[in-house]
C-alpha cells in the first residue's frame, strides 16, 4: 500500500513527523509532500496566481511551497509514478472539530486526496489549553494505526472522508473510539482584535473560541471532551437535501 503523507502546519510539524511514522506502521512505501511554512486555516485552496516551488528533503520527502491542497495534487500528478492509495493529513496540532472543518488545510488536504478517487483521513491532535507550544502526540502515535485499519477496514466510500480527533490526554487515558456526527458549537466565537504597530498604524488579527460547551453526544464535541477518538465521516456533497425538497416546490420552469 502506497501511502501519501501531508498536513497544514508544515514540513518541520512535530505533527508530520508523527504520521509518517504512523504511516510506516502500515506500509513500507511512504511519501511525505507538505507545505514549505504553516497553512493552517486555508481550508481548500489552490495556488492558482503563484508557480509551485517543489524541494526534496529527503528519500520521498518533499516541501511544497503551497497550500495542503497543491501538495497531494502535486504528488499525485508528478512527484509519485504511481498514485498512492490512502492520503492520510496531519496530525494537526489542534482538534479540527464541528465548525473547524470548514477552515480547516489538515481536512482539506485529505479532500482532495478523496476528490482524486483515493480514500483519505484526516488527523487531529488536540491539547490542553495552555499548552500550544508542547503538543504532545503519543495518543495520535499510539492508536493511530489501528484507528486507521479499522476505517480502512469499514470501507470508505467514495466521495468521503474519515475525520479522526484524538482527545488531549495520554494514549492509555482514552476511553475508547466512537463514530461520530460533525458537531457545532451553540456559539461560534470569531473576533477581530485591533492593535497598532509602532507608526500607529492600524492592524488586526483574527481570534476564536475553542470551547466545546455542552454538545449532543452522537458528536465530535462531545467524544473528544469525554476523552473519546472520534471518527467522523465527512461527505463532499454537501446538498441539503431538505431545502432541495423546498425549494422544487416552490422554484418552478416555465
Do not use: K
Request: charged share 20%.
Amino acid at each position: 500500500m502506497r501511502i501519501l503523507v501531508t498536513n497544514d502546519d508544515g514540513i518541520h510539524s512535530p505533527g508530520l513527523d508523527a504520521l509518517a511514522r504512523i504511516a510506516s506502521e502500515l506500509s513500507g512505501d511512504v511519501w511525505v509532500v507538505a507545505p514549505e511554512h504553516d497553512q493552517s486555516g486555508v481550508a481548500h485552496s489552490l495556488s492558482l496566481n503563484d508557480p509551485l516551488r517543489l524541494r526534496q528533503l529527503g528519500d520521498r520527502r518533499f516541501a511544497v511551497r503551497g497550500t495542503p491542497t497543491d501538495c497531494v495534487i502535486l504528488a499525485a500528478r508528478h512527484i509519485l509514478d504511481v498514485p498512492p492509495d490512502l492520503v492520510l493529513s496531519g496530525v494537526n496540532r489542534g482538534h479540527n472539530l464541528a465548525e473547524d472543518v470548514s477552515y480547516s488545510g489538515t481536512v482539506a488536504g485529505a479532500i482532495e486526496g478523496a476528490l482524486l478517487g483515493v480514500p483519505a483521513m484526516a488527523l487531529s491532535q488536540a491539547y490542553p489549553r495552555g499548552t500550544r507550544e508542547q503538543v504532545s502526540y503519543d495518543c495520535a502515535e499510539a492508536h493511530g494505526p489501528a484507528v486507521i485499519s479499522s476505517v480502512l477496514e469499514g470501507g470508505l466510500r467514495a466521495g468521503s472522508v474519515a475525520n479522526i480527533n484524538f482527545p488531549p490526554v495520554g494514549p492509555d487515558e482514552v476511553e475508547g473510539v466512537l463514530a461520530t456526527r460533525q458537531g457545532r458549537r451553540s456559539q461560534w466565537r470569531a473576533q477581530v482584535e485591533g492593535r497598532n504597530d509602532g507608526r500607529g498604524n492600524p492592524y488586526f488579527w483574527l481570534t476564536f473560541g475553542h470551547e466545546l460547551g455542552e454538545p449532543p453526544r452522537d458528536t465530535d464535541l462531545w467524544a473528544v471532551r469525554e476523552r473519546f477518538i472520534s471518527v467522523t465521516p465527512l461527505s463532499l456533497d454537501m446538498t441539503d437535501e431538505r431545502m432541495l425538497g423546498s425549494l422544487s416546490s416552490v422554484l418552478r420552469t416555465r
